[in-house]
């Protein structure tokens, strides 16, 4: 079983809707987390990065983060064909540096 | 502010070859990641260095090796190289421990 498990789509929405990525883990230890955006044939984009449990909001979208049931989502509001793209969940523990785990990623499509 | 930036965007290298790829971190960023992305196995962590010392590693084999220079740059060495290395290899750079962690653009890696 992985430690990071994030359902790999794909995921087809309308111009408008909201979407909800998700994404469960196992290790406990993980006290990072973040959400990155990735577009065909580029590096990874940063979109969010969150500490512990608690909700982050920037924009149009809001990062959850639930420890006691290891669950992690994305909500993107209103979203746009550019939202067109793979998003990944990544996670940390403190005690080992720069290591990110990474869930699958799941591909996105929006719609006009 | 400069991104990170990794050289070359392109290679294809010969089984039994190796390789050597850059990677520029950020400016005032200490910590160099490299990972590994492919579509069967997602975004795998190779290592990461922190002022020039290995400060983590991943599950690959010694042919892949790394290190950091004074000024923060790192680069990667695969040697013989086998066809499954061909891959989408990613650098992120960030200020320290459990900080914001940036992707380069990546450097593709056919190897035939």
């Known amino acids: 079983q992985k430690e990071v498990e994030q359902d790999p789509g794909p995921l087809s929405v309308p111009e408008g809707a909201i979407v909800s990525l998700n994404c469960t883990y196992s290790?406990?230890?993980?006290?990072?987390f973040m959400w990155y955006r990735q577009y065909s044939r580029k590096g990874p984009e940063l979109l969010m990065y969150t500490y512990s449990s608690g909700n982050k909001e920037d924009g149009r979208f809001t990062a959850q983060v639930d420890k006691s049931s290891k669950y992690i989502s994305l909500f993107i509001r209103d979203s746009q064909p550019s939202d067109s793209a793979t998003y990944l969940c990544a996670m940390s523990v403190y005690n080992q540096g720069g290591k990110l785990i990474f869930g699958q990623g799941t591909e996105l499509s929006v719609k006009p | 502010k400069a991104g990170v930036t990794q050289t070359p965007r392109y290679l294809i290298k010969t089984r039994g070859q190796q390789v050597t790829l850059s990677c520029s971190p950020i400016?005032?960023?200490?910590?160099v990641s490299w990972y590994q992305q492919t579509p069967g196995q997602g975004l795998q962590f190779l290592f990461e260095y922190f002022s020039e010392t290995q400060r983590n590693k991943g599950n690959f084999p010694g042919r892949f090796s790394g290190r950091q220079f004074s000024n923060s740059r790192s680069e990667m060495n695969v040697s013989t190289l086998e066809l499954g290395d061909s891959a989408l290899y990613l650098c992120?750079?960030?200020?320290?421990?459990?900080?914001?962690?940036?992707f380069g653009q990546g450097t593709r890696l056919t190897v035939v």
């Open positions: 400016s005032g960023h200490r910590s």
């Open positions: 290790n406990s230890a993980f006290q990072y």
């Open positions: 992120a750079s960030s200020k320290g421990e459990s900080t914001e962690a940036f």
